[in-house]
T-cell receptor
Framework: LAKTTQPISMDSYEGQEVNITCSHN???????ITWYQQFPSQGPRFIIQ???TKVTNEVASLFIPADRKSSTLSLPRVSLSDTAVYYC?????????????FGTGTRLKVLA | GAVVSQHPSRVICKSGTSVKIECRSL??????MFWYRQFPKQSLMLMAT?????????EQGVEKDKFLINHASLTLSTLTVTSAHPEDSSFYIC?????????????FGQGTRLTVV
């Protein structure tokens, strides 16, 4: 399973766009990149998933360069409620293989 | 998305007793579930993979006799912490794999806060 590296923490202000980059140099051909959000004392919640180029949903965008060795989660116009830990996970999307190995995650603090 | 429910959400037990935590997939079947443990300010640590109808697979360093896992049906996996001690106090989280189909990601329960006194 590919190992991921993320910044330990980030601070931002309300209304700003936040970009969190994740490195996964050993990503395999059949690996997908998935981002989760975790609030204190809660289980992780799925944000977005992608394989290559750009993926966008109602809460975030995910940018993946051609070599797929990194990815960037983009949160538009963050609010205080976006303060959480964000995890980048890499792994295949086959049945029974969501055996995610969590890295340190990025602790995002949104300031007023 | 799909829903995974854990019960209880909080539990306090006396040292030396056993505690059972349930993980249920409410609207899908999961042949595979995963159990994690999370200490304060730390990341999730995978403890074991729970397979329906077969023995669980434990990660290195996790005592299988202390953390008993049973996956008796396609919607229920249980984790029993036997002879609990204060150092077992932690946040336990399960996830379930919905398998091939509409969903392409794992779903996590809300977690169980275990405090051993």
């Amino acid at each position: 399973l590919a190992k991921t590296t993320q910044p330990i923490s980030m601070d931002s202000y309300e209304g700003q766009e936040v970009n969190i980059t994740c490195s996964h140099n050993n990503i395999a051909t059949n690996d997908y990149i998935t981002w989760y959000q975790q609030f204190p004392s809660q289980g992780p919640r799925f944000i977005i998933q992608g394989y290559k180029t750009k993926v966008t949903n109602e809460v975030a965008s995910l940018f993946i360069p051609a070599d797929r060795k990194s990815s960037t989660l983009s949160l538009p116009r963050v609010s205080l409620s976006d303060t959480a830990v964000y995890y980048c996970l890499v792994g295949p999307r086959d049945s029974g293989t969501y055996k995610y190995i969590f890295g340190t995650g990025t602790r995002l603090k949104v300031l007023a | 998305g799909a829903v995974v429910s854990q019960h209880p959400s909080r539990v306090i037990c006396k040292s030396g007793t056993s505690v059972k935590i349930e993980c249920r997939s409410l609207d899908f079947q999961a042949t595979t579930m995963f159990w994690y443990r999370q200490f304060p300010k730390q990341s999730l640590m995978l403890m074991a993979t729970s397979n329906e109808g077969s023995k669980a697979t434990y990660e290195q360093g996790v005592e299988k006799d202390k953390f008993l896992i049973n996956h008796a049906s396609l919607t229920l996996s249980t984790l029993t912490v036997t002879s609990a001690h204060p150092e077992d106090s932690s946040f336990y989280i399960c996830s379930a794999d919905p398998g091939q189909g509409f969903y392409t990601e794992a779903f996590f329960g809300q977690g169980t806060r275990l405090t051993v006194v």
